[in-house]
């Protein structure tokens, strides 16, 4: 089966099961986990931050971002499409007790005069802006990556009106595999980032949030132990993160290539609306208009030739690629879409 279902189904390698085995471990809530202590310490000093934590998952990292950042009776700007709106099944009020004030993205981009409208004037009957997330790459818009210029501009409105930011990076590695721009050059301009070793990476489980402040980061291991995300000999599964850092950045491209060809050869399909040009990096999404089969049925019927992706919404599909899979996979996945799509 060729799953593009998501970079999320990625297995460990026998090579980073072997690391996983081997590692050092130790009990985490005592700060005693020498992996878990070499991850945070690669991937702060890899990004330009002065601290880094382990969490189990991208949406715990998000929610203590927005729990540190934030007072109950707040509210954070956000794209409508974000993971954080759409995906975290309403943690942020639920857990923050703060409200969320969508923005409608280009492709899930917003820029800087967006956020400014956006942000609430500092008068007695208004609610207040209390941080500004921005999701690079942006999942629903189709993997985007934020020129760095824009999230300058974003940067220079959130100082002007003293407001933090967040980024989700959960694939902010596909951003900078793209782009090749260093990691801090856009870390440098959050509050907080959050980065996932499970997506493209490959890694079975964990996400890292990095900052500059050590009092947060306090606020943050209480935070995670208050929401069940402190962990034990954690070692396990930083050992994985530390192989996918050292072993699965570089080979991103693939994906972005194997993304880029699935996205040539739907645009050859009578019933697919796609613009290649819009895919840049390992996420595919294109619309299917005026085929016989409804949108579950065609899903369906990739699925008995081979080939597994999501349906996001009316005519709308997503594909994904990954690690796990190779050069023949996408030109078989190419070949079970022009079978199944074309009419
Ligand atoms: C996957 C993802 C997350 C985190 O997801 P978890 O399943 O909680 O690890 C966060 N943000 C974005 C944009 C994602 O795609």
Known sequence: MIDLRSDTVTKPTEAMRAAMARADVGDDVYGEDPTVNRLQEMMAAMFGKKTALLVPSGTMANQLAIRLHTQPGQEVIVESKAHIVRYEQGAAGALAGVQLHWIVGDRGLISAEQVEAAIRPKEPHTIQTGLICIENTHNSGGGTIYPLATIERIRAVATTHGIPMHLDGARLFNAIAATSLPPASYAQHFDSLSVCLSKGLGAPVGSVLMMNDLTLLEKAKRVRRMYGGAMRQAGILAAA???????????????????????????????????????????????????????????????????????????????VTHLDISNSMADEACAIFTRVLAV
């Not at 996205?263 to 399909?269: D, F």
């Not at 595919?284 to 369906?300: E, N, S, T």
Request: zero cysteines; aromatic letters at 4%; glycine letters at 6%.
């Open 241 to 319: 993160g530390i192989y996918a850092l050292e072993h699965h950045i570089e080979r991103l491209q693939e994906d972005h290539d194997h993304a880029k060809q699935l996205a040539r050869r739907l645009q050859q399909i009578s019933t697919v609306r796609i613009s290649p040009h819009d895919v840049d990096t390992n996420i595919v999404i294109f619309d299917v208009i005026g085929h016989r089969l409804a949108p579950p049925a065609i899903v369906a019927a990739l699925k008995k030739e081979g080939v597994l992706i999501n349906a996001i919404g009316g005519e709308s599909f997503r594909a």
